[in-house]
DNA sequence: TCAAATCGCGCAAACGTTTTCTCTGTTTTT
DNA sequence: AAAAACAGAGAAAACGTTTGCGCGATTTGA
């Protein structure tokens, strides 16, 4: 079905159809004739090509009804099947851009200019949420020149002339780091990913700056998933010269399969050790001890990013925007004071 | 940049540059011009427009790169920020479509014909694997028309002419209670949602064949997630004439929120009550006790679709396939057999 | 050496829209 | 009653590609 088809139909050229279905508050043409020219697209299920309308626009543009497109780019990531990091994410661009009238389209894209150049398949709608990072540096500027609006999403922009929205991971850690601190502890074990882990240099620097004991043995480098952080306690519970009286998790999945194996071995959280998380997934609170995190909201994150990206597509703000959220220390049971009555002995 | 800009400063015609580009091995023109204009491409960082490219060829077609771009469309679901489910599956789509070198874009599509007739944005690119319902049948028509290759995964198609994977979530309901009933189970609770859950029904008719006891106490409606596992337990707590011997959660989520409550109110699992769960999710494997509970194949099902998907692209097949997964029931260590000595009495 | 086949490349027509321009015929204004 | 404004709707040009066709120039085969 094309427009043609339906002026056809109609009686009327195909242009008098197009301003028709167009016109904002149907008030283009005659009664009459808009009426019919209404009746048969709802009969014949027309639905304009998105494709030619995005080629005659020059790129989406907002329409009548609202129902603006705007596209959700994901960085290639390691391990897909692994991360539901960005997927989350994404999710909650999506959702949030529905509840605003928008549809999404999420873009897993097979961005590499190096087996063909040409791979990019990104279709310039109205405007783009950009999360995660790409092979290198010209890919992403390919991709940047590809959008009238984009904003970044958990880091940072190639060109500073974009907004983004960051909550700041690094401060996070430090978050969840100064808590262990207040309660006393300082001999702290890291169970997560080392390599391009902003978490685990938090970490370090924490230690380089004599906050926590430095000690290597402490230190497991493990995928971040649930079987990662069962090895990975077993692991430090091998490797360790002297056991940790704190566990700091790069993630909730990896301290919850953490305590899982504490508990395994007879190791009672958080009286003999504390654990911590980071995240606040959904199951925190609802394991047994319920998990002590630092939240990074990713939801109210996702919800500023669209809310953003609409305000630049309607040109509502000209300069770029750098918005950081604050993340939120969520004090649960896993996380005990050295010197409260709960925590029963320094070393098992 | 545009073809013709490129052709331009090549000094050749535009359509002599799409050839060039277009050609497999490249195989068109002189060496020298050949080079000539891809050294222009890719200084100039030059990307095809993707829009005027769909167009002309009619709808996406395979290229030669072998960068095809398939769309995976979804369902309107109640609460997406509490349904990990379809955006899992999505994930796995979009992993397994770019492992065999298709980008993909996934479409959280705001369908809403009342409000407004044209809302589809689909791009009818080479394809599309479809999961979860939309609000009508008219919608879903509609979408259809747009494809020329469709996929349904985890649901009937509209049309019997399409493709279909499943795993029937109904057999895999039966499979979780048989194992149940195996172990000597017979007052089993279902802990999860009613309306619209498979599950729910798999259960119901299970007790209406009389393989379990029927009694509606141990039925508790809930929210499939953390919080509506551990409300949903203490709420069976309190309303249960007569406590199960075992617990049916609708997912694991809720199972393993369960398992906490349990344990914080002193019961031991699965010494006084077994627990089963579904899907089989990362941390199920991960927590304690390890969760025993029933695997939908999420990612190998994304894989068949997609590759049943690529099959119909490049027309291997033509006649409709239905493909079943089978389920898989994962023995861990939150059942335990009435007559064993793990069980340690029937009511506590 | 000449016709035939091949090659390299330009020309122009599509693909399905939107939008500017133009042309009627009707209504309002002075 | 003549001029000016206006509304309704068709014609046609664009948006950026791909692709069938055709035309010279080169290579091939006998």
Redesign the pocket.
């Known amino acids: ?7 056809a139909l109609s ?9 028709i ?2 016109s904002p508050d149907d ?4 009664r ?3 009426e019919k020219v209404w009746k048969i697209v709802r009969e014949t299920g ?4 998105h ?3 995005s ?4 790129g989406t ?1 907002e ?1 009548p009804g609202g129902n603006g497109l705007i596209d959700c780019i994901l960085g290639r990531t390691k391990n897909m099947e692994d991360n539901p990091f960005f997927s989350g994410a994404a999710r909650a661009v999506a959702a949030q851009a529905l509840s605003l009238g928008y549809s999404v389209q999420v873009f897993y894209s097979a961005l590499e200019p190096e087996t063909h150049p040409l791979a990019i398949k990104s279709a310039r709608q109205l405007g783009a949420v950009v999360l995660g990072r790409f092979e290198n540096e010209a890919v992403e500027r390919i991709l940047e020149s590809q959008y009238k609006n984009i904003v970044y999403l958990g880091r940072n922009p190639i060109n500073a002339a974009w907004d983004q929205i960051i909550c700041d991971g690094y401060m996070a850690t430090q978050t969840a780091l100064e808590h262990l601190i207040s309660c006393g502890h300082t001999r702290i074990a890291y169970i997560g990913e080392r390599k391009h882990e902003v978490r685990y240099k938090a970490y370090m620097d924490m230690a380089a700056k004599d906050r926590l004991e430095k000690d290597s043995s402490l230190i497991v480098d493990c995928p971040q998933n649930g079987a990662g952080g069962f090895q990975g306690a077993e692991r430090l519970l091998k490797q360790a010269k002297l056991l940790p009286t704190a566990i700091f998790c790069a993630t909730d999945v990896v301290a919850i399969a953490v305590m899982s194996k504490l508990l395994e071995v007879g190791i009672r959280v958080p009286e003999q050790v504390s654990v911590i998380g980071m995240d606040n997934i959904d199951l925190a609170g609802y394991v047994s001890p319920m998990l002590t995190t630092v939240e990074i909201p990713m939801i109210e994150m996702a919800n500023v990013a669209v809310q953003t990206l609409i305000s630049r597509i309607k040109k509502l703000h000209r300069i770029p925007l750098k918005i950081t959220l604050p993340c939120k220390l969520v004090i649960r049971r896993s996380v005990a004071s050295i010197n409260s009555g709960a925590f029963e002995g320094m070393y098992i």
């Open positions: 079905m094309t427009l043609k088809e339906i002026a009686g009327v050229h195909s242009s008098t159809v197009s301003r279905l167009n008030s283009f043409a005659s009459e004739v808009r027309y639905v304009p090509n494709n030619a309308q080629l005659r626009k020059r543009r329409v």
